[in-house]
């Protein structure tokens, strides 16, 4: 469904000249590469994260892959369709949700903004009852659908416009942040929506996002991009193996302690009984761990946890080097 070959993106920035006394009234015109030479491909139904840091080039990417902005160089193909080229008719295969932005109408109730979009689209008014009365359902819509966009809760808003995006049943879904801001309950509906919807329709869905919940939960794949270029392209759980070198096991003793002296692990954080010891998965197991923890102190209770994902990425991003 989606193919990039080598796609980069160059902008002119205008900034302050340096050096000189006039030089603060002086600018020069440098070249930023927000895209560089970013090549993956999508296949027919998958649902992959795209994550990076403020600046990555996620948003850029996705501008591109809609036909918002012309790349500098590099190919890309979305549903069959140059999006440079045909960007008109790519419109009617893509849905896009940007998180900081909205496609309703601000002063409008819902409802009417949906109505907008689908003499837009020209989608059927028997395909646009159904696909609506769906989404109500699913959305939990009804309780806001006559309230004007901008009386609307940040939750509802988003999902509002992520029915939006689908009203003329497109097969490709971008999502760019689609959870900024919301809370617990919001996150949990979308998620649970955009799972459905993936499942029980096979929509392709590119989901960048921060939050590294969204991607696990969601995304069996996922492309992490750093300074314009892809870092990693693999399956989600696959990173933990790769990057995620250090395990932790969390012994509760039967009374407060030093921090324990565990041959191959050291203590990160103590808590009255409770302890974090972390080692090395390459160089001892958690077996060995706990064995030499029951060996000279007495254990209640004992749990092992699990790199964190977004702990894992902070990391790479911040050049942490592979271990494999």
Not at 156 to 182: F, K, S, V
Not at 279 to 296: D, G, I, L, M, P
């Amino acid at each position: 469904m989606i193919e990039v070959t080598d796609l980069q993106k160059t902008f002119r920035v205008h900034r302050k000249a340096r050096g000189g006394p006039l030089s603060v009234f002086c600018r020069e015109v440098v070249n930023v590469r927000a895209v560089d030479g970013v090549s993956f491909s999508v296949a027919d139904g998958e649902m992959i994260g795209y994550c990076g840091p403020n600046g990555a080039g996620k948003s850029t990417t996705i501008k591109m892959l809609t036909g918002i902005l012309q790349p500098s160089s590099g190919r890309m193909r979305v549903a069959g369709l140059d999006p440079a080229q045909d960007r008109k008719a790519l419109a009617k295969r893509i849905g896009v949700v940007f998180g900081q932005r909205t496609q309703l109408w601000w002063d409008l109730p819902l409802v009417d903004s949906f109505e907008l979009l689908r003499h837009i689209y020209r989608v059927h008014a028997d395909a646009y009852r159904r696909r609506l009365d769906e989404f109500t359902e699913l959305l939990d819509l009804g309780p806001f659908l006559r309230t004007p966009v901008r009386q609307l809760s940040l939750g509802q808003r988003m999902r509002g416009d992520l029915a939006a995006a689908l009203l003329h049943e497109p097969p490709i879904l971008y999502l760019d942040e689609p959870t900024i801001g919301l809370d617990v309950v919001a996150k949990a509906r979308m998620r649970e929506f955009l799972a459905h919807l993936n499942r029980a329709r096979g929509v392709t869905v590119l989901l960048t996002t921060h939050d590294m919940a969204d991607i696990e939960r969601l995304c069996p794949r996922m492309l992490i991009i750093d300074h314009g270029r892809v870092i990693y392209d693999g399956a989600t759980e696959a990173i933990k193996d790769r990057f995620g070198g250090e395990r932790t096991v969390v012994v509760d003793l039967e009374e407060a302690a030093p921090p324990l002296s565990v041959p191959g692990a050291w203590v990160v954080k103590v808590d009255g009984p409770r302890q974090w010891l972390r080692f090395r998965r390459a160089e001892t197991t958690a077996a060995q761990v706990v064995a030499a923890v029951a060996a000279s102190s007495r254990l209640v209770d004992l749990a092992i946890e699990e790199p964190d994902i977004e702990e894992i990425v902070r990391q790479i991003y911040e050049g942490r080097p592979d271990p494999t």
